[in-house]
Protein backbone atom coordinates (compact mmCIF):
# COMPACT_ATOMS: atom_id res chain seq x y z
CA UNK A 1 0.00 0.00 0.00
CA UNK A 2 0.83 3.58 -0.95
CA UNK A 3 0.34 6.63 1.62
CA UNK A 4 0.00 9.56 0.35
CA UNK A 5 -0.20 13.34 1.77
CA UNK A 6 -1.26 16.25 1.15
CA UNK A 7 -0.35 19.60 1.29
CA UNK A 8 1.74 22.39 -0.18
CA UNK A 9 5.56 21.97 -1.06
CA UNK A 10 8.07 24.56 0.44
CA UNK A 11 8.52 25.87 -2.97
CA UNK A 12 5.00 26.47 -3.64
CA UNK A 13 4.80 28.64 0.03
CA UNK A 14 7.53 30.69 -1.16
CA UNK A 15 6.16 31.52 -4.46
CA UNK A 16 2.50 32.45 -2.29
CA UNK A 17 4.38 35.00 0.21
CA UNK A 18 6.48 36.50 -2.57
CA UNK A 19 3.35 37.07 -4.35
CA UNK A 20 1.76 38.35 -1.68
CA UNK A 21 4.81 40.18 -0.92
CA UNK A 22 4.67 42.13 -4.56
CA UNK A 23 1.46 43.17 -4.17
CA UNK A 24 1.26 44.66 -0.83
CA UNK A 25 4.53 46.24 -2.38
CA UNK A 26 1.76 47.92 -4.81
CA UNK A 27 -1.06 48.98 -3.03
CA UNK A 28 1.56 50.43 -0.61
CA UNK A 29 3.14 52.62 -2.96
CA UNK A 30 -0.29 53.56 -4.30
CA UNK A 31 -1.91 54.57 -1.43
CA UNK A 32 0.78 57.20 -0.82
CA UNK A 33 0.19 58.82 -4.59
CA UNK A 34 -3.16 58.84 -3.37
CA UNK A 35 -2.63 60.20 -0.04
CA UNK A 36 0.22 62.83 -1.71
CA UNK A 37 -2.75 63.66 -4.28
CA UNK A 38 -5.55 64.47 -1.76
CA UNK A 39 -2.88 66.92 0.38
CA UNK A 40 -2.32 68.67 -2.32
CA UNK A 41 -5.53 69.28 -3.30
CA UNK A 42 -6.57 70.32 0.05
CA UNK A 43 -3.40 73.02 -0.17
CA UNK A 44 -4.30 74.36 -3.70
CA UNK A 45 -8.05 74.69 -2.69
CA UNK A 46 -6.91 76.78 0.54
CA UNK A 47 -4.52 78.69 -1.55
CA UNK A 48 -7.45 79.46 -4.00
CA UNK A 49 -9.75 80.06 -1.30
CA UNK A 50 -7.04 82.68 -0.06
CA UNK A 51 -6.27 84.57 -3.27
CA UNK A 52 -10.06 85.33 -3.62
CA UNK A 53 -10.56 86.52 -0.14
CA UNK A 54 -7.68 88.76 -0.52
CA UNK A 55 -9.11 89.44 -4.30
CA UNK A 56 -12.59 90.93 -2.56
CA UNK A 57 -10.76 92.51 -0.02
CA UNK A 58 -8.68 94.67 -2.93
CA UNK A 59 -11.68 95.16 -4.48
CA UNK A 60 -13.42 96.22 -1.30
CA UNK A 61 -11.22 98.69 -0.10
CA UNK A 62 -8.91 99.54 -2.88
CA UNK A 63 -5.66 98.38 -0.63
CA UNK A 64 -4.07 95.13 0.23
CA UNK A 65 -4.97 93.76 3.36
CA UNK A 66 -1.18 94.34 4.87
CA UNK A 67 1.19 96.24 3.11
CA UNK A 68 4.11 96.20 5.57
CA UNK A 69 7.32 94.40 5.51
CA UNK A 70 7.52 90.46 6.71
CA UNK A 71 4.83 87.75 5.80
CA UNK A 72 1.69 87.08 6.96
CA UNK A 73 0.54 83.56 7.73
CA UNK A 74 -2.93 82.64 6.29
CA UNK A 75 -2.91 78.74 7.38
CA UNK A 76 -2.64 80.33 11.63
CA UNK A 77 -3.97 76.94 12.76
CA UNK A 78 -1.41 74.16 10.98
CA UNK A 79 1.15 76.93 11.03
CA UNK A 80 3.77 78.42 8.55
CA UNK A 81 7.29 77.32 8.28
CA UNK A 82 9.52 78.09 5.64
CA UNK A 83 12.46 76.08 4.22
CA UNK A 84 14.81 77.57 6.49
CA UNK A 85 12.84 76.47 9.72
CA UNK A 86 11.93 79.84 10.88
CA UNK A 87 7.71 79.52 12.10
CA UNK A 88 6.36 82.48 10.52
CA UNK A 89 3.13 83.49 13.28
CA UNK A 90 -0.18 85.31 12.33
CA UNK A 91 0.24 88.87 11.50
CA UNK A 92 -3.05 90.89 13.70
CA UNK A 93 -3.24 93.24 11.21
CA UNK A 94 -3.73 90.84 8.30
CA UNK A 95 -6.00 88.43 9.89
CA UNK A 96 -8.40 91.82 11.40
CA UNK A 97 -8.60 93.24 7.82
CA UNK A 98 -8.94 90.04 6.16
CA UNK A 99 -11.78 89.43 8.60
CA UNK A 100 -13.82 92.24 8.10
CA UNK A 101 -14.78 90.47 4.29
CA UNK A 102 -14.50 87.30 4.89
CA UNK A 103 -12.99 84.01 6.23
CA UNK A 104 -9.56 82.38 4.91
CA UNK A 105 -8.30 78.72 5.57
CA UNK A 106 -6.65 77.97 9.01
CA UNK A 107 -5.20 75.15 8.45
CA UNK A 108 -3.84 72.60 5.55
CA UNK A 109 -2.15 69.38 5.46
CA UNK A 110 1.21 69.53 6.91
CA UNK A 111 4.09 66.92 5.98
CA UNK A 112 7.47 67.22 7.59
CA UNK A 113 8.83 70.01 9.91
CA UNK A 114 9.70 72.68 7.17
CA UNK A 115 7.91 74.30 3.77
CA UNK A 116 4.61 74.17 5.23
CA UNK A 117 1.64 76.45 5.30
CA UNK A 118 0.50 79.52 3.03
CA UNK A 119 1.56 82.81 3.40
CA UNK A 120 0.96 86.66 2.37
CA UNK A 121 3.89 88.49 0.72
CA UNK A 122 3.56 92.02 0.43
CA UNK A 123 6.45 94.24 -1.94
CA UNK A 124 5.90 97.39 -3.04
CA UNK A 125 8.16 97.01 -6.00
CA UNK A 126 7.03 93.49 -7.55
CA UNK A 127 5.96 93.48 -11.00
CA UNK A 128 4.92 90.35 -12.72
CA UNK A 129 4.69 89.88 -16.19
CA UNK A 130 5.74 93.84 -16.34
CA UNK A 131 2.71 94.64 -14.47
CA UNK A 132 3.27 96.42 -10.74
CA UNK A 133 1.49 93.70 -8.61
CA UNK A 134 3.14 94.25 -5.19
CA UNK A 135 0.71 91.03 -3.21
CA UNK A 136 1.58 87.22 -3.59
CA UNK A 137 1.05 84.06 -1.71
CA UNK A 138 3.16 81.42 -1.42
CA UNK A 139 2.97 77.79 -0.84
CA UNK A 140 4.38 74.09 -0.54
CA UNK A 141 3.21 71.14 -2.71
CA UNK A 142 4.05 67.75 -1.66
CA UNK A 143 6.60 66.10 -4.40
CA UNK A 144 8.77 67.26 -6.40
CA UNK A 145 7.68 69.61 -9.60
CA UNK A 146 3.81 69.41 -8.96
CA UNK A 147 1.85 71.83 -10.23
CA UNK A 148 0.63 74.73 -8.56
CA UNK A 149 -2.74 74.97 -9.38
CA UNK A 150 -3.68 77.95 -10.05
CA UNK A 151 -3.35 81.06 -12.55
CA UNK A 152 -0.42 83.52 -12.07
CA UNK A 153 2.14 80.69 -10.65
CA UNK A 154 5.28 83.16 -11.07
CA UNK A 155 9.00 82.25 -11.86
CA UNK A 156 10.70 83.83 -9.21
CA UNK A 157 10.23 86.78 -5.89
CA UNK A 158 10.29 89.81 -7.45
CA UNK A 159 10.53 91.10 -10.67
CA UNK A 160 7.98 87.32 -11.75
CA UNK A 161 7.34 86.01 -15.48
CA UNK A 162 4.53 83.38 -15.64
CA UNK A 163 6.14 80.19 -14.79
CA UNK A 164 5.91 77.74 -18.05
CA UNK A 165 6.55 74.38 -15.97
CA UNK A 166 3.03 75.14 -13.45
CA UNK A 167 5.27 76.23 -10.76
CA UNK A 168 8.26 78.13 -9.54
CA UNK A 169 10.74 75.54 -8.23
CA UNK A 170 10.49 71.84 -8.03
CA UNK A 171 12.68 71.23 -5.48
CA UNK A 172 12.31 72.65 -2.13
CA UNK A 173 13.03 69.47 0.19
CA UNK A 174 11.11 67.28 -1.26
CA UNK A 175 8.71 69.90 -2.37
CA UNK A 176 6.96 71.66 -4.72
CA UNK A 177 7.25 75.97 -4.16
CA UNK A 178 4.17 77.78 -5.70
CA UNK A 179 4.64 81.63 -5.95
CA UNK A 180 1.09 83.15 -6.96
CA UNK A 181 0.78 86.71 -8.26
CA UNK A 182 -2.60 88.51 -6.80
CA UNK A 183 -3.40 90.98 -9.56
CA UNK A 184 -4.91 94.28 -8.14
Same mark, same amino acid.
Given at each position: ??????????????????? @??????? #???????????? =?????????????? #??????????????????????? @?????????? #????????? =??? @?????????? *????????????????????? =???????????????????????????????? *????????????????????????
Amino acid at each position: MKKTTSGFTIVELLIVIVV @IGVLAAI #VIVAYNGIQQRA =NNTAIISAANQSVK #VIQAYHAAKDDYPYTGSGNACIT @IVSGCVRDTG #VVDNSNATF =NNN @IASIGTQPTS *VPVVGTVANGIMYNYTPTRTF =NGQAQPAMIFYWLNGLSQQCGLSNVMNTWDTA *VTATNGYTAGSSGGKTLCYISIPG
